[in-house]
């Protein structure tokens, strides 16, 4: 994928986002992203299963699902960083992030790292994005 389609992808996931009501961010690292998505279950389950049937994507594996009491990122429909860009910011939270999601994912579900790690980054990245 190119940098233009991942913009037109991430322009496109952003208002079907919006209309369907759900939130997130989506993680870069070189070939692989890591998308976390908070909504209602239907809607979610509907996204997911429209990913799997998208042959830009391969290898889709669900980390984690269930219900949340609050929603992490309300204000964003789908935020998004590429991780594997150099940050001054937030350099050694990106290698972190770029060690897990290069990563076996079934490992990294198993052993609960993905929701800490996402949400020390977004703690982190939060403050950067324009509001």
Not at 32 to 49: D, V
Not at 60 to 75: D, F, K, M, S, T
């Amino acid at each position: 994928m190119t940098r233009a389609d991942i913009a037109a992808m991430l322009r496109s996931a952003q208002m079907n986002h919006l209309n369907q009501h759900i939130t997130g961010l989506l993680l870069q690292v070189g070939n692989r992203f890591l998308h976390y998505l908070e909504g209602p279950k239907a809607r979610i389950q509907e996204t997911t299963a429209q990913l799997k049937a998208d042959p830009r994507f391969t290898g889709l594996v669900v980390l984690n699902e269930g219900a949340i009491e609050r929603r992490l990122y309300p204000h964003w429909s789908l935020a998004f960083q590429d991780v594997s860009l150099p940050s001054t910011r937030l350099g050694a939270l990106n290698g972190a992030l770029e060690r897990a999601m290069s990563s076996d994912p079934v490992a990294l579900a198993e052993g609960g790292a993905h929701a800490a790690l996402l949400q020390r980054f977004w703690s982190e990245f939060a403050a950067t994005l324009p509001r």
